[in-house]
């Protein structure tokens, strides 16, 4: 009887919803996009400046930087990205501790939707989280925090 009632109890706490195709279809995808964005990572070798990794790309030097003087919002996100695909945690925090927390929560996301796509289903309370303004404002506050360490730590 206990083992019964603790079951009941465990199946409640979690309730879970039903994918349809799309839905499936849009977790593979979600993985797909950031197998992509690992592997470039992976191939960048993470500029030993902190900052400037996104030229390998192609890309221009920061122009705010150049402006300003001081780094612009997403300035060493492609480095700390780089670091944290090369396995370098502690150094990509370092470099900019919002890009290596993204990276990580690009991760997980990325593993989630292949579980949920391959379950055919996932917890009911991931649909409330992604709706969530106050997840939202706290990944805003996460990248200005970063901002605000990356213009501390290069003055």
Same mark, same amino acid.
């Given at each position: 009887?206990?083992?019964?009632? %603790?079951?009941?109890?465990?199946?409640?706490?979690?309730?879970?919803?039903?994918?349809?195709?799309?839905?499936?279809?849009?977790?593979?995808?979600?993985?797909?996009a950031f197998a =992509? %964005?690992?592997l470039v990572a992976?191939?960048?070798?993470? #500029?030993?400046?902190?900052?400037?990794? !996104?030229?390998?790309?192609?890309?221009?030097?920061?122009?705010?930087?150049?402006?300003? !003087? &001081?780094?612009?919002?997403?300035?060493?996100?492609?480095?700390?990205?780089?670091?944290?695909? !090369?396995? !370098? =945690?502690?150094?990509?925090?370092?470099?900019?501790?919002?890009?290596?927390?993204?990276?990580?929560?690009?991760?997980?996301?990325? %593993?989630?939707?292949? %579980?949920?796509?391959?379950?055919?289903?996932?917890?009911?309370?991931? #649909?409330?989280?992604?709706?969530?303004?106050? =997840?939202?404002?706290?990944? =805003?506050?996460?990248?200005?925090?970063?901002?605000?360490?990356?213009? &501390?730590?290069?003055?």
């Amino acid at each position: 009887m206990c083992e019964t009632t %603790v079951k009941e109890t465990r199946s409640t706490l979690v309730q879970w919803r039903t994918l349809n195709a799309t839905e499936r279809m849009s977790g593979v995808a979600l993985a797909a996009a950031f197998a =992509v %964005v690992f592997l470039v990572a992976l191939w960048l070798k993470p #500029d030993g400046r902190g900052f400037g990794t !996104h030229e390998q790309l192609g890309m221009r030097p920061c122009t705010f930087q150049q402006v300003l !003087h &001081i780094p612009c919002p997403t300035c060493g996100m492609t480095t700390s990205s780089s670091l944290m695909a !090369h396995g !370098h =945690v502690l150094e990509a925090f370092r470099c900019q501790p919002a890009g290596a927390a993204l990276f990580a929560g690009g991760a997980v996301a990325a %593993v989630a939707g292949l %579980v949920f796509a391959a379950m055919g289903r996932q917890p009911a309370m991931v #649909d409330r989280l992604a709706a969530n303004k106050v =997840v939202w404002a706290v990944g =805003v506050l996460i990248v200005a925090a970063g901002w605000v360490y990356r213009i &501390i730590t290069t003055l």
